[in-house]
C-alpha cells in the first residue's frame, strides 16, 4: 500500500451538492492529516487538518478521520464553481514538517 | 514579501546542465522546505531546513541534488549534471515557528517549472 492513497477522479458534482473526497494512509503517516487545495497552475493551499477521530468542521468543509480504518475524508456542503480544484490529502508521522501527499483528486463543480 | 517568492518559475536547460532555483520566505519564517511535484502527483518532500541548517535531507533523490540555506532566509537548490527526469515544479514551502512542526500549515511558494530537454 502506497502510504497515502486518492482516488484519483476527476469528481464531478453539480452546484450545491456534496463533494466527498477520501484518502486511505498507511501507519508511518499515522499521526496528522491535512487536506490541501490546488488550482491548476497555483501552490497548494491549506483548507484543514485533523489529528484526532471524528469530525473537524470549518464553514463549509467538514474533516473526518478514523485511525481505526485508516480513513480521512473532506466533505464539501453546498459546493461552488470556485471550489473545482485538485484536492490534496496529506499525512505525517509525528514531524509535521515532512507531509506524505497523495497523487490529489479533481475536482469540478458544474454550474 | 508577502508570500513565498520563487524564481526563474520557469527554466528550460539540457540534459547534463547544471541548474539553480531560488526560494525566499516569507519573511520570519525560520523553517523552509522543498517539495517536487511530478504531473499528476503530490509534492514529494526533498529537504527541510530549520533556520541555516538541513535538518533533514532524506527525501534528496542522489548526490546530484544539494540545497543551501546560507543565512537562515533565502535558499537554493541546485542541481547537477541535470537529467530528463528531473522534468518537475519544484515547491518552497515556509512555516513559522508556531505554524508547521505544529500546525503542518505550510505556504508554498507557487514554484519552479524545471524541463530537461
Keep these: 500500500q502506497k502510504e497515502v492513497e486518492q482516488n484519483s477522479g476527476p469528481l464531478s458534482v453539480p452546484e450545491g451538492a456534496i463533494a466527498s473526497l477520501n484518502c486511505t494512509y498507511s501507519d508511518r503517516v499515522s499521526q496528522s492529516f491535512f487536506w490541501y487545495r490546488q488550482y491548476s497552475g497555483k501552490s497548494p493551499e491549506l483548507i484543514m487538518s485533523i489529528y484526532s477521530n471524528g469530525d473537524k468542521e470549518d464553514g463549509r468543509f467538514t474533516a473526518q478521520l478514523n485511525k481505526a480504518s485508516q480513513y480521512v475524508s473532506l466533505l464539501i456542503r453546498d459546493s461552488q464553481p470556485s471550489d473545482s480544484a ?23 463543480v458544474n454550474p | 514579501g508577502a508570500g513565498v517568492s520563487q524564481t526563474p518559475s520557469n527554466k528550460v536547460t539540457e540534459k547534463g546542465k547544471y541548474v539553480e532555483l531560488r526560494c525566499d520566505p516569507i519573511s520570519g519564517h525560520t523553517a523552509l522546505y522543498w517539495y517536487r511535484q511530478s504531473l499528476g502527483q503530490g509534492p514529494e518532500f526533498l529537504i527541510y531546513f530549520q533556520g541555516t541548517g538541513a535538518a533533514d535531507d532524506s527525501g534528496l533523490p542522489n548526490d546530484r541534488f544539494f540545497a543551501v540555506r546560507p543565512e537562515g532566509s533565502v535558499s537554493t537548490l541546485k542541481i547537477q549534471r541535470t537529467e530528463r527526469g528531473d522534468s518537475a515544479v519544484y515547491l518552497c514551502a515556509s512555516s513559522s515557528p508556531a505554524g508547521g512542526g505544529n500546525t503542518g500549515e505550510l505556504f508554498f511558494g507557487e514554484g519552479s517549472r524545471l524541463t530537461v530537454l
Design chain 1, 86 to 108: 485538485t484536492y490534496l490529502c496529506a499525512g505525517s508521522g509525528g514531524s509535521n514538517y515532512k507531509l506524505t501527499f497523495g497523487k490529489g483528486t479533481l475536482l469540478t
